[in-house]
C-alpha cells in the first residue's frame, strides 16, 4: 500500500522556505532546512494556532500567536507557553517530488 501523499515537486521549495499540505484533514507544514525537508503539524500546541508562519532562526521556529519555541527538526518543545512537542511526520523525495505520510498510528 502507498500512503505516501504528494506534497508539491522538489524544486519548488526553497531553502528556508515551507509549504503547508492537507493531509486527510491535518495540515502539515513541510520547510526545507539545511537541504533537509521537515513535516510538522500546522498547530501549536499551546492553543492550535498555525505555526508555519512563525519566525524560523536556525532550527528554531517561533509560534506567531503567543511566542512559544520548538525545535523544527525534532518538534520538541523550547520554551512555554507550550509545553507539549509538536506532532512531525515522516517525509521522503520521490519521483522529484516531496512526499508525507501519517505514521501516527503505525
Ligand atoms: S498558540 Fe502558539 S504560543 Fe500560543
Avoid at 493531509?23 to 507544514?29: E, W
Avoid at 499551546?46 to 506567531?64: F, K, M, Q, V
Wanted: hydrophobic residues 40%; proline residues 7%.
Amino acid at each position: 500500500m502507498n500512503d505516501w501523499s504528494d506534497v508539491a515537486p522538489v524544486d519548488s521549495l526553497p531553502e528556508g522556505g515551507h509549504i503547508v499540505a492537507d493531509l486527510d484533514g491535518i495540515p502539515v507544514a513541510v520547510f526545507k532546512l539545511g537541504g533537509e525537508f521537515y513535516a510538522i503539524e500546522d498547530a501549536c500546541t499551546h492553543d492550535g494556532a498555525e505555526i508555519a508562519s512563525g519566525r524560523l532562526e536556525g532550527d528554531e521556529l517561533t509560534c506567531p500567536r503567543h511566542g512559544a519555541r520548538f525545535c523544527l527538526r525534532t518538534g520538541k518543545v523550547l520554551s512555554p507557553p507550550a509545553y507539549e512537542d509538536l506532532t512531525c511526520f515522516p517525509v521522503r523525495v520521490a519521483d522529484g517530488m516531496i512526499q508525507i505520510r501519517d505514521a501516527r498510528w503505525d
